[in-house]
């Protein structure tokens, strides 16, 4: 383990161009850039909440915030869960000609998805320090931790997902089907509120780990509280839980890869 651990060390220099490379061919000729990783997650906050505020006559200076909070966490699970898939079969013609770890592949990926979230949190800053600006210092405090361990459930997941895609290329549309069902039943757009009328839902959402992933950004940007043990608990569990999974596929699987293409 150790010795594959600087293997991943020894080739840093090779797959840091790789993310560099990814970040710049994913606005490759658009005229706005990077500030559409900036812009997206704000214009469909106010789609979602125009829709939903309207629904379920919520304020809009009370929703919005909780929406832009959602949309920018969920961006992180759903990319590392479905884009993830596509992670190692990207890297093909690199894997075809170098003996290097297949998990830099998964790497590159989960670290360009933390990049893209650091930078959507900036939405989420600014809207913040003019509605509730006592809350930045706390948030500020809990968010290089919070940031950590983001990197460590989307490497995981991407790992997981790169290996099953690699092998299974169904893989896409039956993690689409699941994704969207998970999506239902986590508090990302809907509020907390609304899962509490029905002790069965009310249960379901405090085992659900979405939740807790969620209140790392919510609790101290939103409400200004720190994320509770709980909070913490259940996503560092998700975090061993994952890492474990995602070590014992790359330990079955990496030598038949190749094979997999």
């Not at 983001?150 to 993690?175: C, E, H």
Request: glycine share 4%; with cysteine.
């Amino acid at each position: 383990m150790s010795e594959y651990i600087r293997k991943i060390y020894r080739t840093r220099y090779f797959w840091t161009h790789l993310v560099y490379a990814e970040l710049k061919n994913k606005f490759r000729r658009s005229k706005l850039g990077f500030l559409w990783v900036f812009m997206n997650p704000l214009l469909l906050t106010l789609l979602m909440t125009t829709v939903f505020g309207t629904v379920f006559k919520t304020s809009f200076g009370d929703y919005a915030p909780y929406i832009l909070s959602g949309i920018i966490v969920w961006n992180v699970i759903s990319s590392s869960i479905i884009g993830g898939g596509n992670s190692i079969l990207s890297g093909e013609q690199y894997i075809r000609q170098f003996n290097h770890p297949i998990v830099i592949y998964t790497l590159r990926s989960s670290l360009v998805i933390t990049i893209t979230f650091v930078i959507e949190m900036l939405s989420l800053v600014i809207w913040i320090i003019f509605l509730n600006p006592q809350n930045i210092i706390l948030g500020i405090i809990t968010f290089p931790l919070t940031v950590f361990l983001y990197f460590l459930v989307s490497w995981s997941t991407t790992t997981i997902a790169g290996f099953i895609n690699a092998k299974y290329r169904d893989y896409p549309q039956v993690m689409a089907l699941i994704i969207q069902a998970l999506w239902y039943v986590s508090p990302v757009f809907f509020k907390t509120e609304m899962f509490t009328t029905n002790p069965v839902l009310k249960n379901f959402l405090n085992m659900n780990p979405v939740t807790h992933v969620l209140a790392l950004i919510r609790n101290p940007f939103l409400l200004g509280v720190m994320p509770t043990p709980s909070d913490y608990g259940f996503t560092i569990g998700v975090v061993f839980i994952l890492t474990i999974v995602a070590c014992w596929i790359t330990y079955k699987n990496q030598d038949k890869i190749i094979f997999y293409f």
